[in-house]
């Protein structure tokens, strides 16, 4: 996709996030389509415009939170960004699935990485059981839509 | 992995850390930028709405054949109580009882919902420009939905009472046993710190007990669904079930103090 577009698509990504996906919601999970495009950003795109990208992402992540005083999104997305680009400069991620398993990754490496931010500066404790079950089941969601998408993106 | 001695990196890095500090660290620029999203999320709203009444339709359908029969026998009720209420103020005119509104309260629709999936939260339609301002208590005719974190000129955050960073002290109605309740995420809430003898029992109502700032006392947070021991055994918890269908709000109310 181009580099303009992706920049244009992310606050379209944002805005459903916010509205529309709230409809698709299953087991009370929604998809992360800000954190697909961050991935997305650091897989195909030039460092100069991935980064900007992502933390563009982050950023609207953050805006459209509620509980999100930290900032959290701002600096996860541009690192994970940044580290998808370095792996995939190191290693031949090629195909779809090997896209989405850096995807299902992603989205564990985030939620895991929020939890504990959060626990250690504003200690919001979330039942162990909720816990799991978001980052479960949010990672596999996230993980299906991607695929969808890198399907298409490989097919075109 | 990280080559930090190749100084191609170092802009790249500059940029970043700039952008982090403007963007996401000033307080000032969040609030802009919310007001930026406020319009597109009003458009989105709308043609989410209508996506829901295509995806809904069947449902939608059935729902409003047993609301509108609902609505007849409603307008009876409504009728016998109209003439309650005429009656009612005749006396108190008689009796010249002031009649004193609890609180002053804002109307506004539900524009959007938290991005992501760890924080429970609702976008407003109304901001600082109606009077609105952080840390003012949102309500619906059912009972207590949660509090404005943010806002910008005409648009505001509200963490809802699910969010895990949510706490509000609380009383039960019935054994005035005081107790802390605060948000899972999940469906139910979690009302804490009860004393090992608390008199707190199933179907029990939890409202607010007045001692948060802002939060009026009174105001409905939900029914006791179940009654549990913590682990220590030191103390118990109350399982709540919130009184507001948090997942279904349109329009909320803002308490103004």
């Given at each position: 996709?181009n580099?303009?577009t992706?920049?244009?698509?992310?606050?379209?990504l944002?805005l459903?996030?916010?509205t529309l996906?709230n409809?698709l919601?299953?087991?009370g999970v929604?998809?992360?389509l800000?954190?697909?495009?961050?991935?997305?950003c650091g897989?195909s795109l030039?460092l100069k415009?991935?980064?900007?990208?992502?933390?563009?992402?982050?950023i609207?992540?953050?805006?459209?939170?509620?509980?999100?005083?930290?900032?959290?999104?701002?600096?996860?997305?541009?690192v994970?960004c940044l580290?998808?680009?370095?792996?995939?400069?190191?290693?031949?991620l090629g195909?779809e699935?090997?896209e989405?398993?850096?995807?299902?990754?992603?989205v564990?490496l985030?939620a895991v990485a929020?939890?504990?931010?959060?626990?250690?500066f504003?200690?919001g404790?979330v039942?162990t059981?909720?816990?799991?079950?978001i980052?479960?089941?949010?990672s596999?969601?996230t993980?299906?839509?991607?695929y969808?998408y890198?399907?298409?993106k490989?097919?075109? | 992995m990280?080559?930090f001695k190749?100084?191609?990196l170092i802009?790249y890095?500059?940029?970043v850390f700039?952008?982090?500090?403007?963007?996401?660290?000033l307080p000032?620029?969040?609030?802009l930028a919310l007001e930026i999203?406020?319009?597109?999320l009003?458009f989105?709203t709308?043609?989410?709405d209508?996506?829901?009444?295509?995806i809904?339709?069947h449902?939608?359908?059935?729902e409003?054949?047993?609301?509108?029969r609902d609505?007849d026998?409603?307008?009876q009720?409504?009728?016998t109580?109209?003439?309650?209420r005429?009656?009612n103020e005749?006396?108190?005119?008689?009796l010249?009882f002031?009649e004193k509104a609890a609180?002053?309260v804002?109307?506004?629709?539900v524009i959007g919902r938290?991005?992501d999936?760890w924080?429970?939260?609702?976008?407003i339609?109304k901001g600082s420009?109606?009077?609105i301002r952080?840390g003012?208590?949102?309500i619906?005719?059912?009972g207590?939905?949660?509090?404005?974190v943010e806002?910008?000129q005409h648009v505001?955050k509200?963490?809802?009472?699910?969010?895990?960073?949510?706490s509000?002290s609380?009383?039960?109605?019935?054994?005035?046993q005081?107790g802390?309740?605060?948000?899972t995420?999940g469906?139910?809430?979690v009302?804490?710190y009860l004393?090992?003898?608390?008199?707190v029992l199933e179907q029990?109502?939890?409202?607010t007990?007045?001692?948060?700032e802002?939060?009026?006392?009174?105001?409905i947070?939900g029914?006791?669904?179940?009654?549990?021991?913590e682990l220590?055994?030191?103390?118990?918890?109350?399982?709540i079930?919130?009184?507001?269908n948090?997942?279904?709000?349109e329009?909320v109310?803002?308490i103004?103090?």
């Open positions: 996709m580099k303009r992706i920049l244009l698509v992310i606050p379209i944002a459903l996030e916010a996906l409809y919601r299953i087991f929604k998809p992360d800000l954190l697909i495009s961050a991935v997305a897989l030039r415009w991935a980064l900007p990208a992502a933390l563009l992402a982050g609207l992540k953050d805006v459209l939170c509620a509980g999100s005083a930290l900032c959290l999104n701002s600096l996860v997305f541009p994970l580290s998808v680009y370095f792996l995939r400069k190191k290693v031949s195909n699935l090997a989405t398993l850096l995807v299902f990754i992603a564990i985030s929020g939890r504990t931010l959060n626990l250690a504003f200690g404790v039942p059981g909720i816990t799991l079950r980052i479960f089941l949010e596999l969601y993980a299906g839509v991607s969808l890198f399907r298409m490989h097919e075109s | 990280f080559n190749n100084k191609k802009p890095v500059v940029v700039v952008f982090l500090v403007c963007a996401g660290f000032v620029f969040r609030p999203l406020g319009l597109p009003k989105f709308l043609v989410s209508e996506v829901k009444g295509i809904l339709y449902k939608n359908y059935t409003n054949r047993i609301l509108r609505v026998l409603l307008r009720k409504l009728n109580a109209d003439e309650l005429l009656e005749r006396l108190k005119k008689i010249s002031k609180f002053r804002i109307a506004a629709a938290s991005a999936n924080s429970s939260g609702i976008i339609n420009s109606s009077g952080k003012f208590v949102v619906s005719y059912l207590l939905v949660g509090r404005v806002t910008s505001s509200v963490m809802l009472l699910s969010d895990s960073s949510f509000v609380s009383i039960d109605q019935r054994s005035r005081e802390l309740v605060a948000g995420l469906s139910t809430l009302m804490k004393p090992k003898d608390a008199d029990d109502i939890v409202v007990s007045g001692l948060t802002t939060y009026p006392k009174g105001v947070i029914t006791v669904v179940d009654v549990g021991e220590s055994g030191l103390s118990r918890y109350a399982v079930k919130p009184a507001v948090l997942s279904s709000l329009e109310l803002i103004i103090p």
